[in-house]
Nanobody
Framework: DVQFVESGGGLVQAGGSLRLSCETS????????IGWFRQVSGPAHEGVSC????????IYKDFVKGRFTVSTDNAKKTMYLQMENLKPEDTAVYHC???????????????????WGQGTKVTVSS
């Protein structure tokens, strides 16, 4: 079974930093399209970043560019999200996700991510 375990969330003041981790299993991490999403309220997920693991190419949404950085450890099948200069509007539950019907090309097909972790909550106080 495909599994994701997110961790690293917490409460931080505006301007602070957090590092999220997403441990994965059950699929070929070396050739996948995986992403970070966030959920502010309700069921909708907002894409934050996506990565194709065969080449390490990552695409960031404009609202996190220059503040968030994705890295992967293929040996550990783990993806990380380093978040710097956090803002109150970054408060959300952060999920990692995968496109189960993966094909090479851009990873920024946000509606195609269909396998999700439970998420880790990030709260940024002002």
């Amino acid at each position: 079974d495909v599994q994701f375990v997110e961790s690293g969330g917490g409460l931080v003041q505006a301007g602070g930093s957090l590092r999220l981790s997403c441990e994965t299993s059950g699929f070929n991490f070396d050739d996948a399209s995986i992403g970070w999403f966030r959920q502010v309220s309700g069921p909708a997920h907002e894409g934050v970043s996506c990565t194709t693991t065969h080449d390490g190419h990552t695409i960031y949404k404009d609202f996190v560019k220059g503040r968030f950085t994705v890295s992967t450890d293929n040996a550990k099948k783990t993806m990380y999200l380093q978040m710097e200069n956090l803002k109150p509007e970054d408060t959300a539950v952060y999920h990692c996700a995968r496109r189960s019907l993966y094909y090479r090309g851009t990873c920024a097909v946000w509606d195609e991510y269909d396998e999700w972790g439970q998420g880790t909550k990030v709260t940024v106080s002002s």
